[in-house]
């Protein structure tokens, strides 16, 4: 009985998933973001660029009339979940030479995925 327990409980512990977002959670998380940049229909660039409708984008050309760095520009990466995700965790780890500045990143898995599906429900072309 008691090996049954432990596995149940091991199976509690699953990564998260695109079911489990919150985007609620990731508004509150969106506010570490909030200082650079903006989101929503009336979104402006600021000191970073801004990131309404940016699922889906060419990295560094998103944003018209941001100035992005050229490693940005020349990543040839499209931001989709997966970039995304790597990028709220440690962006320097996805496209080193980027000029953005928050070297802590986003640790918690949750949070991130949560922050991605705030973002998302914000794009309403």
Not at 93 to 118: C, H, Q, T
Request: include cysteine.
């Amino acid at each position: 009985m008691l090996k049954w327990v432990v596995a149940a409980a091991a199976m509690v512990a699953v990564p998260v998933t695109a079911s489990a977002q919150d985007v609620e959670a990731g508004a509150a998380v969106f506010k570490k973001c909030a200082a650079c940049h903006q989101i929503g229909a009336d979104a402006k660039n600021g000191l970073g660029p801004s990131l309404q409708c940016v699922v889906g984008s060419k990295a560094g050309h998103h944003a018209e009339g941001f100035n992005y760095s050229e490693a940005l520009k020349n990543s040839g990466i499209t931001w989709d979940d997966e970039h995304l995700l790597k990028w709220f965790e440690k962006d320097d780890a996805v496209i080193k030479g980027n000029k953005m500045i928050f070297p802590a990143g986003i640790k918690n898995e949750e949070d991130r995925v949560n922050l991605l599906a705030y973002i998302k429900s914000e794009c309403k072309e």
